[in-house]
Protein backbone atom coordinates (compact mmCIF):
# COMPACT_ATOMS: atom_id res chain seq x y z
CA UNK A 1 0.00 0.00 0.00
CA UNK A 2 1.51 3.38 -0.97
CA UNK A 3 1.43 6.10 1.66
CA UNK A 4 1.99 9.67 1.87
CA UNK A 5 2.96 12.51 4.38
CA UNK A 6 2.77 16.08 4.74
CA UNK A 7 4.94 17.01 7.56
CA UNK A 8 3.60 20.65 7.65
CA UNK A 9 0.11 20.95 8.37
CA UNK A 10 0.41 24.80 8.16
CA UNK A 11 2.68 27.50 6.22
CA UNK A 12 2.64 30.97 6.23
CA UNK A 13 4.54 33.15 3.48
CA UNK A 14 4.24 36.98 2.64
CA UNK A 15 2.93 38.04 -0.63
CA UNK A 16 5.67 37.74 -3.31
CA UNK A 17 7.63 35.48 -1.50
CA UNK A 18 8.71 32.32 -2.42
CA UNK A 19 7.30 28.82 -0.35
CA UNK A 20 7.99 25.22 -0.35
CA UNK A 21 5.63 22.52 0.81
CA UNK A 22 6.94 19.39 1.65
CA UNK A 23 5.62 15.93 0.57
CA UNK A 24 7.38 12.22 1.28
CA UNK A 25 5.63 8.91 0.00
CA UNK A 26 6.48 5.14 0.52
CA UNK A 27 5.46 3.33 -2.69
CA UNK A 28 7.19 -0.39 -3.86
CA UNK A 29 5.65 0.60 -7.44
CA UNK A 30 8.26 1.12 -10.43
CA UNK A 31 6.05 4.06 -12.25
CA UNK A 32 3.56 6.60 -11.01
CA UNK A 33 2.04 10.08 -11.37
CA UNK A 34 2.17 12.70 -8.28
CA UNK A 35 0.39 15.76 -7.94
CA UNK A 36 -0.38 18.84 -6.11
CA UNK A 37 -3.81 19.15 -5.42
CA UNK A 38 -5.50 23.26 -4.30
CA UNK A 39 -8.44 23.69 -2.12
CA UNK A 40 -9.17 27.68 -1.88
CA UNK A 41 -11.38 28.08 0.66
CA UNK A 42 -15.16 27.35 0.35
CA UNK A 43 -14.30 26.38 -3.69
CA UNK A 44 -13.61 23.16 -5.74
CA UNK A 45 -10.30 21.38 -5.73
CA UNK A 46 -8.20 22.10 -8.36
CA UNK A 47 -4.98 20.37 -10.05
CA UNK A 48 -2.26 22.64 -9.75
CA UNK A 49 0.60 20.02 -10.96
CA UNK A 50 1.47 17.05 -12.32
CA UNK A 51 4.65 14.92 -12.18
CA UNK A 52 4.99 11.62 -14.02
CA UNK A 53 7.88 9.42 -12.23
CA UNK A 54 9.40 8.11 -15.02
CA UNK A 55 10.27 11.66 -16.41
CA UNK A 56 13.51 13.15 -14.90
CA UNK A 57 12.43 16.49 -15.35
CA UNK A 58 10.76 18.41 -12.75
CA UNK A 59 7.60 19.56 -13.90
CA UNK A 60 6.72 23.48 -14.04
CA UNK A 61 3.97 25.47 -14.31
CA UNK A 62 3.67 29.42 -14.08
CA UNK A 63 4.86 29.86 -10.51
CA UNK A 64 4.47 26.56 -8.94
CA UNK A 65 7.21 24.17 -9.58
CA UNK A 66 7.94 21.02 -7.98
CA UNK A 67 11.28 19.02 -6.49
CA UNK A 68 10.61 15.62 -7.64
CA UNK A 69 13.69 13.16 -5.77
CA UNK A 70 12.99 9.94 -7.35
CA UNK A 71 15.33 8.09 -4.69
CA UNK A 72 14.49 9.95 -1.91
CA UNK A 73 10.37 9.45 -2.63
CA UNK A 74 9.90 13.19 -1.50
CA UNK A 75 8.11 15.71 -3.81
CA UNK A 76 8.19 19.47 -2.84
CA UNK A 77 5.85 22.34 -4.13
CA UNK A 78 7.78 25.58 -4.63
CA UNK A 79 5.35 28.65 -4.99
CA UNK A 80 7.32 31.75 -6.75
CA UNK A 81 5.99 35.03 -5.98
CA UNK A 82 2.96 34.12 -3.72
CA UNK A 83 0.19 35.50 -4.25
CA UNK A 84 -2.87 36.38 -1.70
CA UNK A 85 -5.06 33.61 -3.97
CA UNK A 86 -2.80 30.99 -2.79
CA UNK A 87 -4.41 30.58 0.25
CA UNK A 88 -5.64 27.12 0.12
CA UNK A 89 -5.24 23.89 1.62
CA UNK A 90 -2.50 21.72 -0.79
CA UNK A 91 -2.69 18.52 -1.07
CA UNK A 92 -0.09 15.73 -2.19
CA UNK A 93 -1.29 12.70 -3.98
CA UNK A 94 -0.12 9.88 -5.87
CA UNK A 95 -1.14 7.59 -8.24
CA UNK A 96 0.34 3.92 -9.57
CA UNK A 97 0.68 3.33 -13.12
CA UNK A 98 -1.12 0.39 -12.54
CA UNK A 99 -4.18 2.37 -12.76
CA UNK A 100 -5.50 2.32 -8.95
CA UNK A 101 -7.19 5.31 -7.19
CA UNK A 102 -4.96 8.42 -5.67
CA UNK A 103 -3.60 8.17 -2.09
CA UNK A 104 -3.41 11.93 -0.72
CA UNK A 105 -1.59 13.13 2.13
CA UNK A 106 -3.20 14.95 5.01
CA UNK A 107 -2.90 18.36 3.41
CA UNK A 108 -0.73 21.60 4.08
CA UNK A 109 -2.68 25.29 4.93
CA UNK A 110 -0.69 27.75 3.54
CA UNK A 111 -1.71 31.42 3.79
CA UNK A 112 -0.03 34.38 1.64
CA UNK A 113 -0.11 37.23 3.93
CA UNK A 114 -0.27 40.70 2.19
CA UNK B 1 -14.73 23.07 -18.17
CA UNK B 2 -15.69 20.56 -16.35
CA UNK B 3 -18.37 20.65 -13.75
CA UNK B 4 -19.11 18.67 -11.16
CA UNK B 5 -22.40 19.61 -9.05
CA UNK B 6 -22.84 18.09 -5.68
CA UNK B 7 -26.44 18.69 -4.78
CA UNK B 8 -26.41 20.22 -0.95
CA UNK B 9 -23.58 22.19 0.06
CA UNK B 10 -24.35 21.93 3.99
CA UNK B 11 -26.98 19.37 5.68
CA UNK B 12 -27.73 18.88 9.17
CA UNK B 13 -29.37 15.07 9.83
CA UNK B 14 -30.27 13.66 12.88
CA UNK B 15 -29.01 10.34 14.22
CA UNK B 16 -30.26 7.47 12.34
CA UNK B 17 -31.88 9.08 9.28
CA UNK B 18 -30.88 7.98 5.74
CA UNK B 19 -29.10 10.85 4.09
CA UNK B 20 -28.58 10.56 0.45
CA UNK B 21 -25.37 13.06 -1.09
CA UNK B 22 -25.79 13.36 -5.04
CA UNK B 23 -23.22 14.38 -7.45
CA UNK B 24 -23.58 14.72 -11.05
CA UNK B 25 -20.60 15.42 -13.55
CA UNK B 26 -21.43 17.06 -17.39
CA UNK B 27 -18.05 15.82 -18.86
CA UNK B 28 -19.40 11.87 -19.58
CA UNK B 29 -16.38 11.09 -17.59
CA UNK B 30 -16.51 7.44 -16.92
CA UNK B 31 -14.89 7.60 -13.39
CA UNK B 32 -16.22 8.94 -10.61
CA UNK B 33 -15.06 8.81 -6.61
CA UNK B 34 -16.10 9.55 -3.53
CA UNK B 35 -14.28 11.00 -0.90
CA UNK B 36 -14.03 11.52 2.77
CA UNK B 37 -12.15 14.51 4.00
CA UNK B 38 -11.51 15.32 8.09
CA UNK B 39 -9.01 18.03 9.23
CA UNK B 40 -5.05 16.18 10.09
CA UNK B 41 -6.39 13.18 7.45
CA UNK B 42 -6.25 14.39 4.37
CA UNK B 43 -9.31 12.63 1.52
CA UNK B 44 -10.42 9.05 2.22
CA UNK B 45 -12.04 7.31 -0.65
CA UNK B 46 -14.88 5.78 0.12
CA UNK B 47 -16.35 4.32 -2.82
CA UNK B 48 -15.64 4.76 -6.66
CA UNK B 49 -17.53 3.69 -9.59
CA UNK B 50 -15.59 3.17 -13.30
CA UNK B 51 -18.61 2.61 -15.38
CA UNK B 52 -22.80 2.61 -14.82
CA UNK B 53 -23.64 -0.14 -12.37
CA UNK B 54 -20.18 -0.76 -11.36
CA UNK B 55 -18.96 -0.33 -7.61
CA UNK B 56 -15.80 -0.64 -5.78
CA UNK B 57 -15.17 -0.23 -2.08
CA UNK B 58 -12.55 2.53 -1.21
CA UNK B 59 -10.64 2.54 2.20
CA UNK B 60 -13.46 3.16 4.33
CA UNK B 61 -16.44 2.05 2.88
CA UNK B 62 -18.38 1.20 5.96
CA UNK B 63 -21.23 2.97 7.10
CA UNK B 64 -21.84 3.98 3.46
CA UNK B 65 -23.43 2.72 -0.13
CA UNK B 66 -23.38 3.94 -3.79
CA UNK B 67 -25.54 4.05 -6.68
CA UNK B 68 -24.37 4.78 -9.98
CA UNK B 69 -27.63 4.24 -12.07
CA UNK B 70 -26.64 6.35 -15.02
CA UNK B 71 -23.03 7.48 -15.92
CA UNK B 72 -23.45 11.30 -14.85
CA UNK B 73 -24.69 10.83 -11.69
CA UNK B 74 -23.27 9.04 -8.83
CA UNK B 75 -24.68 8.79 -5.30
CA UNK B 76 -23.82 8.32 -1.45
CA UNK B 77 -25.92 6.76 1.19
CA UNK B 78 -25.73 6.52 4.91
CA UNK B 79 -28.43 3.99 5.46
CA UNK B 80 -28.33 4.99 9.04
CA UNK B 81 -26.37 8.30 9.88
CA UNK B 82 -24.01 8.03 12.84
CA UNK B 83 -22.25 11.13 14.62
CA UNK B 84 -18.92 10.17 13.77
CA UNK B 85 -19.92 10.33 9.77
CA UNK B 86 -19.99 14.45 10.20
CA UNK B 87 -17.60 15.25 7.89
CA UNK B 88 -16.87 17.02 4.17
CA UNK B 89 -18.00 14.81 1.47
CA UNK B 90 -16.00 15.25 -2.14
CA UNK B 91 -17.25 13.88 -5.33
CA UNK B 92 -14.82 13.39 -8.85
CA UNK B 93 -14.76 12.19 -11.59
CA UNK B 94 -12.42 11.53 -13.93
CA UNK B 95 -12.10 10.19 -17.79
CA UNK B 96 -11.05 6.63 -18.77
CA UNK B 97 -7.41 8.29 -19.56
CA UNK B 98 -7.42 9.98 -16.29
CA UNK B 99 -8.00 6.46 -14.42
CA UNK B 100 -4.02 6.35 -14.57
CA UNK B 101 -3.04 9.94 -14.76
CA UNK B 102 -5.40 10.13 -11.81
CA UNK B 103 -6.46 13.93 -12.79
CA UNK B 104 -9.47 14.50 -10.74
CA UNK B 105 -12.30 16.91 -11.07
CA UNK B 106 -13.99 17.93 -8.23
CA UNK B 107 -17.11 19.23 -6.52
CA UNK B 108 -17.63 21.92 -4.07
CA UNK B 109 -17.76 19.46 -1.14
CA UNK B 110 -20.76 19.00 0.86
CA UNK B 111 -20.73 19.75 4.87
CA UNK B 112 -22.61 17.09 6.58
CA UNK B 113 -23.58 17.46 10.52
CA UNK B 114 -24.77 14.51 12.57
CA UNK B 115 -26.33 15.62 15.72
Known amino acids: AQTVTQSQPEMSVQEAETVTLSCTYDTSESNYYLFWYKQPPSRQMILVIR??????QNATENRFSVNFQKAAKSFSLKISDSQLGDTAMYFCAFNPDSGSRLTFGEGTQLTVNP | DVKVTQSSRYLVKRTGEKVFLECVQD?????MFWYRQDPGLGLRLIYFSYDVKMKEKGDIPEGYSVSREKKERFSLILESASTNQTSMYLCASSSSSGWNTGELFFGEGSRLTVL
Open chain 2, 27 to 31: MDHEN
Open chain 1, 51 to 56: QEAYKQ
